[in-house]
T-cell receptor, first 118, second 114 residues
Framework: EAGVTQFPSHSVIEKGQTVTLRCDPI?????LYWYRRVMGKEIKFLLH????????ESGMPNNRFLAERTGGTYSTLKVQPAELEDSGVYFC????????????????FGPGTRLTVL | QQQVKQSPQSLIVQKGGISIINCAYE??????FPWYQQFPGKGPALLIA?????SEKKEGRFTISFNKSAKQFSLHIMDSQPGDSATYFC?????????????FGQGTELSVKP
């Protein structure tokens, strides 16, 4: 079974440019999460999809960030326009969907996309 | 406001020694406490997890100790090996509500010297 994949692995852009990160979750995983780690700090939650719907986007920093999940499969995270403080490693994670109050399940992380904004 | 505080930031241990990483949390609604291990160039991977209804969980050389009243939990790595050198993150979550989003500590870089 393939794990969570992310593309690109690295991205270096100028301030003001646009960057789009992609995440392909494990097949069959309805839950998809985006997290970010700024250098030396904790990994911070950005948002959570259940299939194609945004369940929780309370961690999104501002309206320069736009996340989509087409057809409940892969997800993209667009930063437009990028600022210096957006630099960091962006992780995607996925987990199985369970019904009712059952445990949502272990989150499997991708290798991350390292974004550098100059 | 950081809801999960982790210490130390870095740790150097001799091969065969015990590595101990501590975390403290604030939100008493948290009911799931996983530890993740991350190697360079890889994403975090679940190492071991505990629910607050038990005080200890052991898997091989890895043990979580949990103190609900103190709102603290720790990871103990017995007989530490150079292959254990990695970054360790504690986390907390409410697994039934809030979609299971993980609240992470700052991470501990562990180096095990041969």
């Amino acid at each position: 079974e393939a794990g969570v994949t992310q593309f690109p692995s690295h991205s270096v852009i100028e301030k003001g440019q646009t960057v789009t990160l992609r995440c392909d979750p494990i097949s069959g995983h309805d839950n998809l999460y985006w997290y970010r780690r700024v250098m030396g700090k904790e990994i911070k939650f950005l948002l959570h999809f259940v299939k194609e719907s945004k369940q929780d986007e309370s961690g999104m920093p501002n309206n320069r960030f736009l996340a989509e999940r087409t057809g409940g499969t892969y997800s993209t995270l667009k930063v437009q326009p990028a600022e210096l403080e957006d630099s960091g490693v962006y992780f995607c994670a996925s987990s199985r969907r369970t019904s009712g109050r059952a445990f949502i399940g272990e989150q499997f992380f991708g290798p991350g996309t390292r974004l550098t904004v100059l | 406001q950081q809801q999960v505080k982790q210490s130390p930031q870095s740790l150097i241990v001799q091969k065969g020694g015990i590595s101990i990483i501590n975390c403290a949390y604030e939100n008493t609604a948290f009911d799931y406490f996983p530890w993740y291990q991350q190697f360079p160039g890889k994403g975090p991977a679940l190492l071991i997890a505990i629910r607050p209804d038990v005080s200890e969980k052991k898997e091989g050389r890895f043990t979580i100790s949990f103190n609900k009243s103190a709102k603290q939990f720790s990871l103990h790595i017995m007989d530490s090996q150079p292959g254990d050198s990695a970054t360790y993150f504690c986390a907390a979550s409410t697994i039934y509500n809030q979609g299971g989003k993980l609240i992470f500590g700052q991470g501990t870089e562990l180096s095990v010297k041969p």
